[in-house]
């Protein structure tokens, strides 16, 4: 599902031919490098529109210390896509893997050096790697025949190598963050490509597919659900997942660690919630994650009854012994590091509608994702009989702050800014104070129209604002000037109804 529409220059050769009758030919270029996103301006690819991922690992955890901590990574990327223009070669997303071999529509590739700007390679089919310190890594691929426009594609990547604990660009780690007993991925914004071959932008959602193949004795836990049951054979056990719904490739998990794997109940709604539990969870841990998850059903059924149905075909937490230091809202089924709180827990839930379902489309939007995510919270604290969310919104807003605190425009946090703490709790207070402005049921019916607009899909902030005004009837412009903008706390007449 593409959405972003800019281009960063792509240079391709034209090959422009008149057919008889005036029609114009195919004109076959170089699909963009990127998606055009302003933070990350490798991240994603332009020229097609992926439909399918099917990922095929075979995964060794490190051997136990003091051996190294890294693993070894084996994996078959079949990727389906529709081509979008006519191409002459265009690109995939891939971070510290080494390419084996690569066929477009069954067709193998050759591996090259990458060649200069504007240089023919023997008008064969190859692909090189670019995989260097500038943030820029990309897998050229130049198929024979070229791909004219609306083709639909099959391209299959055979890739591995060692796997180490990616970071990013702020120093957090991210991707396959390989662990002694596994590997915890988590890829927000853009480390999906650490472990497979992507369009790792949100404005290409698809579906996926899991055969993860691990040491006999380790779960592998992905998204969606389980279309069969694990299979061991010779040592090895190959866990099966398939995730139906569209997803972004930075919601993208495939875990492995020491995990008791439960799937004993259901929402309300009928949601089933499928939880992978490290086994070496200290007892103080284990009570805690325990009685979070215990509530996962109910805040599926009160979500429901704010949001409109949850999203997707399951819902589950993986809760891995090791740390990324965060939490993540990996598509149906959102990763924890060390244990699961039930503040988190509310928090990653909420995102499955805020940010999954309805994804930024520009990574400066992300205030939509952790504004909402964070005031659900605030919401279910109410709920939960904790505080209300004006006590939330009052504790916020009480506090004298600095400048610099002020100073972060949530609405464009720049790509060291995205999980700064203003993003939540700025994001949080920008929406109860919209929900002042506009009145409860007003809030929560432009909420559930945005969620239905554009599910499946992504948005920008200017999205947001405009189904707010079409449901309100009210201009918004200087509200969301004010909060999302002004380098200056708001001021205190946006709290008053
Ligand atoms: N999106 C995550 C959440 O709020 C947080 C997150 C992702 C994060 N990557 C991070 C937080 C890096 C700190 C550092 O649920
Ligand atoms: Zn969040």
């Known amino acids: 599902m593409a959405v972003a529409t800019l281009a960063l220059g792509a240079v391709g050769a034209a090959g422009a031919t008149a057919a008889p009758g005036g029609k114009p030919g195919p004109r076959y270029t170089a699909g963009a490098e990127g998606v055009g996103d302003a933070y990350f301006p490798f991240a994603g690819n332009g020229g097609y529109d992926v439909q399918h991922y099917d990922l095929d690992i075979t995964y060794t955890p490190p051997a136990p210390d003091p051996a190294p901590l890294v693993g070894e990574f084996d994996g078959v990327a079949t990727i389906d896509l529709v081509s979008t223009q006519d191409l002459d070669r265009f690109n995939l997303d891939l971070r510290g893997m080494e390419v084996h071999a690569l066929s477009v529509n069954g067709k193998p590739a050759a591996s090259v050096a990458p060649p200069l700007a504007g240089e023919e390679v023997d008008g064969a089919a190859y692909w090189h790697v670019q995989d260097d310190d500038a943030r820029v890594w990309e897998l050229t691929v130049q198929p024979r025949p070229k791909l004219k426009a609306g083709e639909q594609v099959q391209v299959v990547v055979e890739y591995g190598g060692t796997t180490t604990r990616p970071r990013d660009i702020e120093g957090a780690l991210y991707g396959w963050v390989t662990q002694r007993d596994g590997a915890l991925v988590a890829s927000e914004p853009d480390g999906s490509m650490t472990w497979y071959p992507v369009s790792d932008h949100q404005t290409d959602k698809a579906t996926y597919s899991f055969e993860i193949t691990v040491p006999e004795g380790k779960v592998a836990v992905a998204n969606g659900i389980q279309p069969k049951p694990e299979e061991t054979a010779n040592g090895w056990t190959t866990w099966f997942w398939d995730a139906p719904d569209q997803q972004a490739s930075y919601l993208t998990t495939a875990s492995v660690g020491d995990f008791d794997l439960r799937e004993t109940y259901t929402s309300s709604s009928g949601v089933p919630i499928i939880d992978a539990v490290d086994t070496k969870l200290s007892t103080s841990r284990l009570a805690t994650t325990n009685a979070s998850l215990g509530r996962q059903a109910a805040m599926v059924d009160f979500f429901e009854s704010k949001f409109g149905p949850y999203p997707f075909v399951a819902y589950g937490s993986i809760v891995d012994n090791d740390s990324v230091g965060y939490a993540l809202e990996t598509q149906t089924r959102p990763v924890y590091s060390s244990s699961a709180s039930e503040g988190t827990v509310s928090h990653e839930l909420a995102h499955q509608w805020f940010g999954n379902a309805v994804s930024p489309e520009r ?15 605030w919401m279910w604290n109410e709920e939960r009989g904790i505080r209300t969310a004006q006590q939330s919104y009052d504790n916020w807003y009480a506090p004298a702050r600095d400048a610099a605190y002020w100073g972060l425009q949530i609405g464009d946090p720049g790509e060291l800014g995205l999980f700064a703490t203003q993003v939540y709790n700025r994001g949080a207070a920008t929406l109860h104070a ?25 948005g920008t902030s200017e999205d947001f604002q405009a189904v707010y005004e079409e449901v309100s009837g009210q201009d918004l412009d200087e509200f969301f000037q004010i909060w999302l903008y002004d380098q200056v706390k708001p001021p205190a007449d946006w709290t008053t109804p």
């Open 363 to 377: 990574w400066q939007d992300i205030w939509l994702n952790e504004g909402w995510a964070t005031y659900a919270n």
């Open 434 to 458: 919209l929900r002042l402005e506009v009145g409860d049921a007003d809030f929560l019916a432009a909420a559930q129209l945005w969620l239905e607009r554009y599910n499946d899909s992504a």
